[in-house]
């Protein structure tokens, strides 16, 4: 495999994680996880034990996608952990994506609460990829207390703002020893695109796709985009200039 | 063909149009041009009669790409206008695309001799691209005057500056009735789908690719950018909001 | 006076241009003038027999405050003469601040009858002031045509989009000969302190302060921000970094 | 007095907080204070019974402004709650700005040791003012700890990088009950105004004056920004649009 995307110690090819949440329907979704390419897509655990959770596990069992449960919708570190708990219990994962978040306005992650959670639940054996704000040293942090992942936000979930920050998420980059992947406020390509420029990982998104007037289209497009960042990355692109520059020196 | 590009009564399934400045050496170039996937590609007529000119039609021709001359160099209309008809004789097309600058430091068009070279080509039979600032006005009047396409920058050649100014190149796409291409200041592969999620119909680069520490990757890389934008523009994106939005109802 | 403003011959200590249109009535913009600390005022010729008009030049003239006549709702360069000449005729001033824009969506200068315009008035012996967009090849050009002034805009007349591209301004404010003024699309104060730090020599506006809230602060807030950018201009700012340093090195 | 500036039951008419590190000399650092205008000025405690130190305090003494100690240089709760209590003794103040790095590369709070920190000083009967990141969360998790004030970034210190994220800041003081202060990150005066203009209620820096190439007339132009700032939150800007909008209309 070419350029893998290696995360807790196991392999992928695509560096896009989706999300479930937001679609329509069993149907839209599947059509969108296929046309997205991804390889790991996230349930929450809190939906599962209803119709639609079930039905999006024997989707993604059927598509050949690994699902990596989530925690969202907890509020603090206990809740979290069990959470963690009864998703190891009913998917056979000890993977496990950790979102303890604050509010329902911002569905931003108290830091105290996450790190807290990421130390009980590396203790307890898990894979532990960390929903996080961007804040380069609470990144360093998770990193610290073993978390396998840092996923940081480009903005606040379902906002479509975008990457807010570059400057923070090139600053996680540059000291980050586990692979980084965007998380949340992706809303359209160029965002996608743009986080893997900046030396991210992988991106991960769920209703910028699921949302979308046309959602198998938008996870087409967001396959590429991260196709795009990626190769961009590793290309080594121009730096900028103040003044123009001729393609062809002058005869 | 699906979603085809069509242009100046042509129709073209690639979306990026490719310069052939800036590269070390001819094998460099072709093998950025054929990861690219361009099927149009422009060539400086002010360079093609010395050696690496020539060398360039001949892989054009073998690659199977349409050749588009430019008037790179041109300070006038009077020049433009000689330099395509030049272009005309010597490569058997009678498009061209316009670039007529008004000075070395920044590249950019001079708006009048821009207009008049437009209006001069159009009159002489000729299908005229004309590379503009992004000036919605003048992107009006060029194509008032017959230009086949209007190519607004996005920065000044070579700077990589990406797109300075969003609002105009969208001002420009919501009025045009003729193609719009972005062309000029792409540094990377977000700012090509950046300009294909504005609206723009294509993308024309030279030196993001060529210049790149790796240009075949980079070309790569922008060959998906261009399709992820496109896609996004279609698919359709979800709106901007300043608070949160969980992906999934919360139960 | 320290650090003046000298424009077309002329010395002002304000380098606050203000525009009268928008204001709800009289009074509130004689208050918002006042506040504003303005020395120079542009008024709109087409409106200057309408009871409106008269009313503002006899307020401007108990204020002290320099009128400068506009073309505002002009589209070719024939109307600009005229509309110049006859403020010249009824205002017994030469000064004229040229407007010719191409259309009522944008409200965007058209380049090639603002040229004209600009020529024509110089031969006729005017203090031209050219509204202009902000393209760095234009400004030059309108220099070169005579302009004592070049006006660019920062995005377009009312949008309150503030400087759209700096990159451009600073690139005009880096060749002038003349002064350069960033004129239109001023949203709040932080935009003409922007303007200043630019380079820019002043900065002219109306309707963000006469469709503010509250005019009256609204300009005291230009007043002071239009300060602030030319002192932070002359007194040199700090280079900006990717990494911290620490005010104070420890011990 | 119009406009208070009320901060841990103190008013200030100033809304700027000077720091005063960086500064080349004595004589330097009082001109630059006595332009800025400001009533409140931080000094490290542990630079405190150097030479410098003690003439900083002196020189504030005799400007008749407010020493605010602050804990520069502490990375851990125990460490900052020493140098606070420090700090009580020898300058006979409850106020202290706290500090608590996590390390020299990027000088960010460590989100842990600082909420610990505010908790403790609280208890002790301090008036702490919190410098932050610009977490949303962590805001709110010191203001229920007890913070006079949260004192979130703009970029890292230093940088000179302005306000990286204006949409956190905006959430920020929007669900705050104690005054939020723009620490860290402003480079020049329009970062100032803008941080205003986002609602914070005072800007607190150091080397953007202290290191400009004048810092006393940089230090007018900070005062003069925030004022204008200030005014341009309360006065009401106009809205931002995508059209074009004529302060008059036509007749």
Redesign the interface.
Known sequence: MDDPFIIGGREYSSRLIM????AANLAVLERALVASGTELTTV?M??VD?DGGTGVLQTLRRLGIDPLPNT??CRTAAEAVLTAQLAREALGTNWIKIEVV???????????EL?DTVRRLVADGFTALAYT?D????A??LEEAGAAAVMPLG???????GI??P??I??IVARASVPVVLDAGI????????AM?LGCDAVML???V??????E??A??????V??????R???????????????P??
Chains 1, 2, 3, 4 share one sequence.
Do not use: C, Y
């Open positions: 999300g479930t949440g937001g929450a809190r939906r209803s969202a919708g604050a509010d329902d306005r911002t569905l931003l992650p108290d830091p105290v790190l704000n804040d380069p040293v609470l360093l942090r903005s606040p979930i379902g906002t479509g703002l807010r920050n400057h923070n090139e600053l809303g359209t390509a160029s965002d996608a695109a743009l420029e769920a209703t910028a699921t949302r979308a007037s046309d959602p289209k938008m087409a497009a967001m396959r590429n985009a196709t795009a960042g990626r190769l961009a590793s290309a080594g692109r121009i730096p900028q200039r103040f003044w123009a520059q001729a393609s062809s002058p005869r």
